[in-house]
């Protein structure tokens, strides 16, 4: 079984910076694929950003790129996400989602995830 915890949204102005944490139990951690999700009032949960097991490689949304940046320390148990140059349009409920199998990183599917958090509310004004 795997608890994630996300952590450091808030509210900030447009064109500003956030760092989600997403702090993960289990001792299988390493071996997981992990991937951001976000969802928008009256919106489906999207796609943001994925990593493999190993951070060697990553995915983002083409809504994302080159603003946003995922990374992770396995030996904290911890995969971060670096959100820069926000905009209004990014306003949502941030969700790290694990993927135990560890074959299905950058996948856009939420099916494709096992275990969720509880999501961090990221805000942005204008």
């Known amino acids: 079984q795997v608890q994630l915890v996300e952590s450091g949204g808030g509210l900030v102005q447009a064109g500003g910076s956030l760092r989600l944490s997403c702090a993960a139990s289990?001792?299988?951690?390493?071996?997981?694929?992990m991937g951001w999700f976000r969802q928008a009032p009256g919106k489906e949960r999207e796609f943001v950003a994925g990593i493999r097991w190993r951070g060697t490689r990553t995915y983002y949304a083409d809504s994302v790129k080159g603003r946003f940046t995922i990374s992770r320390d396995n030996a904290k148990n911890t995969v971060y996400l670096q959100t820069n140059n926000l905009k209004p349009e990014d306003t949502a409920v941030y969700y790290c989602a694990a993927d135990s199998t560890g074959r299905r990183a950058g996948s856009s599917w939420p099916g494709s995830y096992d275990y969720w958090g509880q999501g961090t509310q990221v805000t942005v004004s204008s």
């Open positions: 289990g001792r299988t951690f390493s071996d997981y694929a």
